[in-house]
């Protein structure tokens, strides 16, 4: 019976998981829908993976990496780093560890996965989505985090802030803001914020709920850059 009873444990736990990365992987397919769509190109994408773990599980996780990635160390203030980088690099799909230990006792240590790539069709979606299923249920619970971002740049046809406008109009964004920041000299920069009831997952911001941003970025040469995505990244960008 007890037997029984852990397995049943086990299954639900995965499924749990599953259901989770199921709700919060199609964040990243819906906008390169919207791209490829819209005849955009995909200059980049990258999903991040993270959640708080106990030391003895990343440790042990550091050892198994040492194996097949290349391990780099580094320390701040506030943290002692590992970084784990694959030593035979899909030139398609990447994939980098960055494992945290804080220096301070009363933050948690956390496990940062990112993956990434700068092109996109249906067998990067489908590898895509066997690494994101891999990934999550070898080394996350369904406590994860899953935040995904998309970058293209501005063509001939849509221009002067209609990607954005589409993609508000396409996904029904709710509760839409913006923010401008003229103060970094190398750029000028839009920030849109909204909510989609298409996607599950969202923040509370003054009692709003979030789940979408929209960067425009006017470069040095003048090239008009998007990055649309989930909301971890509002000063990553």
């Keep these: 019976m007890k037997k029984a009873l852990v397995i ?18 199609y964040e990243l397919i819906d ?10 190109a995909i200059k980049e994408w990258q999903v991040t993976l993270k959640e708080h773990l106990r030391v003895e599980r990343l440790e ?11 391990i780099t160390k580094q320390e701040n203030e506030n943290s002692t780093i590992y970084l784990a980088t694959n030593t035979q690099k899909n030139s398609v799909v990447n994939v980098n560890y960055s494992v945290i230990f804080p ?26 989505m066997q690494l994101l299923s891999v990934l999550t249920k070898k080394h996350f619970t369904d406590d994860i985090k899953i935040f995904s971002c998309m970058t293209t740049m501005a063509d001939d046809i849509m221009e002067n ?16 803001k913006e923010q401008y920041d003229t103060i970094k000299s190398t750029k000028n920069a839009e920030y849109i ?8 997952r969202k923040i509370t911001i003054q009692d ?4 979408v941003q929209i960067v425009t970025e006017i470069l040095g040469n003048g090239d008009v850059q998007y990055t649309i995505g989930t909301p971890i990244l509002i ?3």
């Design 193 to 200: 914020y909204g909510y989609t009831s298409f996607w599950g």
């Design 8 to 25: 049943c444990l086990i299954v639900l736990f995965y499924a749990n998981t599953a259901l989770a990365v199921e709700k919060e992987q």
């Design 208 to 211: 709003t709920p979030v789940n």
């Design 103 to 128: 220096k301070d006792k009363h933050y948690e240590s956390e496990l940062v996965i990112t993956i990434n790539g700068t092109d996109w069709n249906e067998d990067i979606q489908s590898s895509y």
């Design 31 to 40: 906008i390169a829908d919207f791209m490829l769509e819209n005849n955009l």
């Design 60 to 70: 042990a996780l550091i050892q198994e990496l040492s194996t097949s990635h290349s």
């Design 235 to 237: 000063n990553e960008y």
């Design 161 to 176: 802030g209609y990607i954005a406008d589409f993609f508000i109009e396409k996904f029904n964004l709710q509760h839409v």
